[in-house]
């Protein structure tokens, strides 16, 4: 088995800025993709973000230029900073992961979710 707990949800004015982080831990074997989805009210489970073991990275359309994913392959840890934000990134993010390469999904584990909410 394989946990993941986010931490760093939160409400933040539109504009301003929040850092998600995702810790790994349990019966690890290498993960080679860890990512970020999101899920607002009333709406499917959306990827945003995706890294690599070797660093690549893909991103949704709606985030690129705003958020910026990372990964720490010895502390096991994944981070999402998200600047600019807008009332539109209001949902629950989801962190994500995977053994095999997987850029576009989609992945094997699931953390419990952090609530972003972005105020207008």
């Known amino acids: 088995q394989v946990q993941l707990v986010e931490s760093g949800g939160g409400l933040v004015q539109a504009g301003g800025s929040l850092r998600l982080s995702c810790a790994a831990s349990?019966?690890?074997?290498?993960?080679?993709?860890m990512a970020w989805y999101r899920q607002a009210p009333g709406k499917q489970r959306d990827l945003v973000a995706t890294i690599a073991s070797d660093g690549s990275t893909n991103y949704v359309d709606s985030v690129k230029g705003r958020f910026t994913i990372s990964r720490d392959n010895r502390k096991k840890t994944v981070t999402l900073q998200m600047n600019s934000l807008k009332p539109d990134d209001t949902a629950v993010y989801y962190c994500?992961?995977?053994?095999?390469?997987?850029?576009?999904?989609?992945?094997?584990?699931w953390g419990q979710g952090t609530q972003v909410t972005v105020s207008s």
């Open positions: 994500a992961a995977d053994r095999a390469r997987k850029l576009w999904g989609p992945m094997s584990y």
């Open positions: 349990g019966s690890i074997f290498f993960l080679t993709t």
